[in-house]
């Protein structure tokens, strides 16, 4: 069996970008809306604007969500429907 390493390491940064706390309430935040503005984010978490924005593009360089520009604002939605299902496991895996 051959191994493809790169797929691993892939799957790796995935995983180390869902290690967070303020990262896995943001994918649950845009996990229950289409899409969100960066703004609403930082209402919602009650974190500043950088600390937010940091997550969010460790989120984006992960290739988890994508970013959208509206105007001054970003907003920001999840690529694969699978990290909705993946996020709702998790809530299911807590709440048991």
Same mark, same amino acid.
């Given at each position: #069996?051959?191994?493809?390493?790169?797929?691993?390491?892939? #799957?790796?940064?995935?995983?180390?970008?869902?290690?967070?706390?303020?990262?896995?309430?943001?994918?649950?935040?845009?996990?229950?809306?289409?899409?969100?503005?960066?703004?609403?984010?930082?209402?919602?978490?009650?974190?500043?604007?950088?600390?937010?924005?940091?997550?969010?593009?460790?989120?984006?360089?992960?290739?988890?969500?994508?970013?959208?520009?509206?105007?001054?604002?970003?907003?920001?939605?999840?690529?694969?429907?699978?990290?909705?299902?993946?996020?709702?496991?998790?809530?299911?895996?807590?709440?048991?």
């Amino acid at each position: #069996m051959v191994v493809d390493e790169s797929k691993y390491e892939n #799957m790796a940064e995935i995983f180390k970008a869902f290690a967070d706390p303020t990262r896995l309430m943001i994918l649950r935040l845009l996990s229950e809306n289409d899409s969100m503005c960066v703004c609403n984010i930082i209402d919602e978490l009650k974190k500043p604007q950088p600390t937010i924005s940091h997550h969010l593009n460790i989120l984006k360089k992960s290739g988890i969500i994508k970013a959208r520009k509206e105007g001054t604002w970003n907003h920001y939605y999840i690529v694969n429907p699978k990290v909705k299902d993946i996020i709702s496991t998790m809530d299911e895996m807590i709440n048991e």
